[in-house]
């Protein structure tokens, strides 16, 4: 199965700062089409995970411009340009190339 | 608009059995893999099978030979039957429509508890 390896565990962030978080995979993530399927989901408290962004870096329809996602191969990044309010939550990473598909542990963030 | 209902979770005594079922609406549900993803308390996601759109299915290593996922395309409907249920079973287990190895779509989950 392939590994996705989440850091940090807990972001704490201030209001209105950048927050970063990293996700690696055990194995490439670029599928044959030349496509890379790499997810990133947000799960506020009580809800259903919410997909932000799919194939590394494309944006949903809804989704802040603030979000943003980033990298290649194995190495990926989820970026939050200012972070608000309504961004605390976990966040996963989880790659779509091969089933079983793979999480990551999740990121907590939080208001500082 | 696309919208999926998970029905059928509750509490179930360990060795027990459970069927749970997810209807899909706003889309033609017959042209989607169908999958379910479980979250255990406090803790992450996992998948757990795939109900497919040629009625192929597929589970985890973790609940093979226990869960079985089915389909009516009928109904508009996916289901995972779960038997010999165990307390690390216990979950909010979500139908999620997968397209291109993504979840656009999620449930909103139902809980599964196992307890004696």
């Known amino acids: 199965d392939v590994v996705m390896t989440q850091s940090p565990l807990s972001l704490p962030v201030t209001l209105g700062q950048p927050a970063s978080i990293s996700c690696r995979s055990s194995?490439?993530?670029?599928?044959?089409?030349?496509?890379?399927?790499l997810n990133w989901f947000q799960q506020r408290p009580g809800q259903s995970p919410r997909r932000l962004i799919y194939k590394v870096s494309n944006r949903d329809s809804g989704v802040p411009d603030r979000f943003s996602g980033s990298g290649s191969g194995t190495d990926f990044t989820l970026k939050i340009s200012r972070v608000e309010a309504e961004d605390v939550g976990f966040y996963y990473c989880m790659q779509g190339i091969e089933r079983p598909y793979t999480f990551g542990q999740g990121t907590k963030l939080e208001i500082k | 608009e696309v919208q999926l209902v998970e029905s059928g979770g509750g509490l179930v005594q360990p060795g027990g059995s459970l069927r749970l079922s997810c209807v899909g609406s706003g889309f033609s549900f017959s042209d989607y893999d169908m999958d379910w993803v479980r979250q255990a308390p406090g803790k992450g996601l996992e998948w757990v099978g795939r109900s497919g759109k040629k009625t192929t299915t597929e589970h985890a290593a973790s609940v093979r030979g226990r869960f079985a996922i089915s389909r009516d395309d009928s109904k508009n409907s996916v289901f995972l039957q779960m038997s010999s249920l165990k307390v690390e079973d216990a979950a909010v287990y979500y139908c999620?429509?997968?397209?291109?190895?993504?979840?656009?779509?999620w449930g909103q989950g139902t809980l599964v508890t196992v307890s004696s």
């Open positions: 999620a429509r997968d397209y291109w190895g993504s979840y656009e779509h």
């Open positions: 194995q490439s993530l670029v599928y044959r089409d030349g496509n890379t399927y």
